[in-house]
């Protein structure tokens, strides 16, 4: 936690912009092409016998320097959202330095060296940085997903990051370092091609190593120093390096522990972000004058001390209790809000159902994006659920969206609408079977819900968007086991058709996630993109209608054990009074 509050108030430094612009662009050098091998550094801690009487070594007397991190996600971003969060090195790098090197991390998530020109900081950057600075730059770890014919006037990375970076650098007597992005965790350890940045818009650690030669710039290659250590340890081991999204609970029902199923391959957590600022004050260390201030009995930080971020919880954190628990299962309309990029972030009705119930029971949202009611079963959560649920408990269920479809990423998850719950290669029998049956055997109550239509421009709610995919008719499915089963059901699929064609499209799209903004006729105010309107996932009021409606519905059908835990007196949400906007969001151009 003393980490993470310090990321925070570094990531948090603000400094004035002066006003000053960055110098005219400038014709790149010709690239020498140079070789891929590296050679990584000596480590900078020695061994030293330690002994009652040993004292530590003085830190030398040094004139006070500024140095300035510049990149992306990697680089500088702490979000303090997720299992274990994303931190980037940047704001890490100063438990390896002397004190009078003074770390200014210029960092932001999201940015390439293109769209990097456009924020404040890099007009804030040229205001303050001076002769004797160093300035590290970062970049290279998102260019690909931006790369475009007409990603820059000059059309290549290596010449953005000359004329936009180095020569104004040098120009205003700062001494520019480059670094190689780190490379992305890989399950299978193949660490080439899109895992070390090498795309089919080219080979970016090389583009850096190629302006470093050319230029006679220090490169630090983080990319194949990560590389080297991630084939080394193995992916088990190295996936404790990155983000995780979300966690589960243990069978304590306390203790948070990771679902790596949601890990971030690209985004840091605080401990590879310790790991990468360790190895980059390695690095600086074979420097001429930065190296002067790198701490000289420092040790490579342990990999296994990252816990899962202290403001994090599944859902609400609760000690083991007698309450019923309602769970629910399902998919990305009912998981977890999307911490992405997303202008209107997605966010499933499992998340906002805790505001329709009352505070007898607790809210236990065990939805996972991308599963159906068959590949689900597959998942930590199922067995969670299995292990956990107990009479009195209540069981939500809400698959559909994708027991259509198989994926490269997800196989195994079609199931057939066409016949009963006998049928085991049915959805009716996955439900019943898996779920249904489950829920019953331990005395808990289970409730069927199907799934909500997808949005349609033309008002055109029929066929794939209730759900009568070419495989048969999945929503009239879930219905027809409900019935068989005696199962309480609730028809979100007809209850979301009835409400978007009553509003029309340019009212019903707001209960849908948006990924992109764009820019008002203003220049400058950001409004979401509607062009880009993600048709199957709700927003934050989409969800909160969403959970408003089972919950009245529960209600409505006076299910005993069930329906006397909804709240009395529900109203329905308003738009107005949710903030659908991600006060994190970036705007990318």
Known sequence: ?????????????????????????????????????????????????????????????????????????????????????????????????????????????????????????????????????????????????????????????????????????????????????????????????????????????????????????????????????????????????????????????????????????????????????????AELANIEGIGDYVKKDTKEPNPCICAPFAGYSPEPLFEVSEKPIVYLVGDSTVERPHYGNYYYRTCGYGVQIHNYFSDDVIIKNLGLGARSSRSFLEEPRYEELKNTIKAGDILIIGFGHNDASNS??????????????????????????????????????????????????????????????????????ILDTAAALDVPVVDLTSITKEKYEELGYEEAKKFHAVPKGKYAEDGTTIVPDWDTVDQCHPNIYGSNYLAYRIASEIQSMNIPGVSEYVKENLTEPSIDDIALKNIYYIMEE
Not at 24 to 29: C, D, K, M, Q
Not at 65 to 75: A, F, H, L, S
Not at 167 to 174: D, I, K, S, T, V
Not at 416 to 430: K, L, M, R, V
């Open 1 to 281: 936690m003393k980490k993470f509050l310090s990321c925070i108030i570094l990531c948090s430094m603000v400094l004035a912009a002066c006003g000053q612009t960055p110098p005219e662009e400038t014709t790149l050098p010709d690239e020498t092409v140079v070789s891929t091998e590296t050679t990584e550094s000596e480590e900078i801690s020695e061994t030293v016998e330690e002994t009652q009487e040993a004292e530590p070594e003085p830190e030398p007397d040094l004139p006070e320097i500024n140095v300035y991190v510049v990149g992306g996600t990697t680089v500088g971003w702490v979000y303090d959202l997720g299992c274990y969060y994303a931190s980037g090195y940047a704001p890490l790098l100063s438990q390896y330095m002397n004190e009078k090197a003074i770390i200014h991390d210029f960092a932001l998530g999201g940015y390439t060296t293109r769209t990097y020109t456009k924020s404040d900081l890099y007009t804030s950057l040229w205001a303050n940085i001076k002769e004797g600075d160093y300035l590290i730059l970062a970049f290279g770890n998102g260019e690909a997903s931006k790369v475009k014919e007409d990603h820059t006037k000059s059309g290549s990375f290596n010449s953005y990051l000359y004329q936009k970076y180095i020569l104004p650098a040098q120009e205003a007597g700062a001494i520019p370092i480059l670094c190689t992005p780190v490379v992305s965790a890989n399950e299978n350890n193949d660490y080439t091609g899109d895992s070390a940045h090498i795309t089919a818009f080219g080979d970016f650690p090389q583009a850096i190593r190629n302006i470093g030669e050319a230029l006679d710039i220090p490169v630090i290659d983080l990319n194949t120093i990560t590389k080297n250590k991630f084939e080394e340890i193995g992916y088990e081991e190295a996936k404790k390096f990155h983000a995780v999204a979300t966690g589960y609970y243990a069978e304590d029902n306390m203790t948070v522990i990771p679902d790596y199923s949601t890990l971030n391959t690209t985004q840091l957590n605080c401990n590879g972000a310790d790991y990468v600022a360790y190895r980059l004050a």
């Open 408 to 477: 490269s990423l997800y196989p195994d998850r079609f199931t057939e609408p066409s016949g009963d719950y006998t049928n085991p290669a049915t959805i009716g029998y996955h439900l019943y079977e898996y779920y249904i049956k489950l829920a019953r055997d331990a005395g808990a109550i289970p409730i069927l819900c199907t799934p909500m239509v997808y949005l349609k421009p033309d008002d055109d709610y029929s066929g794939h968007a209730i759900h009568h995919k070419d495989a048969g008719n999945y929503h009239q499915a």
